[in-house]
């Protein structure tokens, strides 16, 4: 069947530091990924995204990486700062249908300031 | 910029009690969801509803649970005889394409 987790559940970084966010998927159909950040009291905010077809993809501060031999994604935030601090969650779209996405069950970032 | 609505944002009713919840998705899009959140774990996939009809849902929505998108801007959600258990934030969500889905900020729903 389909899924999608998370390796690590929490996340503590100091503010202008680094962060890595994994995630693992293990539906070889998923073709579609997205990252999406929920801070407290919110919905689901887009990230990022990234196809099945390409293995690395930058934003403002954010890169996702995609390595499709070994169902893994992963969000990397540079810098982090206190804005960054939510729960992050990585979502999978199955090729044959657009019409589910399917969410990981996150992970909580906290920058210390 | 457009973004999805929801309303209202917190409803407490009674354990048996029907409750519908409101979205307005963002207008140019064609697909619309519903999405579950019992506290502290993950988003859930209820519902997908496209063309005027459900075009997927999940084990989560059984006969308790129906959709309509009545007049070509509101999409519903409805739950009827209410459970302890269906207490979660509710998002709804929309999408234009084959790309990201854009999520409202939720409805509390809390059953007594």
């Known amino acids: 069947g389909e899924s999608v987790g998370l390796h690590l559940p929490t996340l503590s970084v100091q503010e202008g530091d680094n962060s890595i966010i994994n995630c693992a998927y293990s539906?070889?159909?998923?073709?579609?990924f997205i990252w999406y950040k929920q801070e407290s009291g919110k919905g689901p905010q887009f990230i990022i995204d990234i196809r099945s077809n390409m293995d690395k993809r930058q934003g403002q501060r954010v890169t996702v990486l995609l390595n499709k031999t070994v169902k893994h994604l992963s969000l990397q935030i540079a810098a982090t700062q206190p804005g960054d601090s939510a729960v992050y969650f990585c979502a999978e779209n199955i090729r044959t249908s657009y019409d589910k996405v399917i969410f990981g069950p996150g992970t909580s970032l906290s920058v210390i300031p | 910029e457009p973004e999805v609505t929801q309303t209202p944002s917190h409803q407490v009713t009674q354990m048996g009690q029907e409750v519908i919840l409101h979205c307005v998705p963002i207008?140019?899009?064609?697909?619309f969801y519903w999405y579950r959140q019992i506290l502290g774990q993950k988003v859930e996939f209820l519902v997908s509803?496209?063309?005027?009809?459900?075009?997927?849902k999940s084990e989560i929505f059984d006969d308790q649970f129906s959709v309509e998108r009545p007049d070509g801007s509101n999409f519903t959600l409805k739950i009827r005889s209410t459970k302890l258990e269906d207490s979660a934030m509710y998002f709804c969500a929309s999408r234009r394409d084959s790309k990201e889905a854009f999520f409202g900020q939720g409805t509390r729903l809390t059953v007594v």
């Open positions: 539906n070889s159909a998923s073709d579609y």
């Open positions: 509803f496209y063309n005027n009809e459900i075009s997927e």
């Open positions: 207008s140019n899009h064609l697909y």
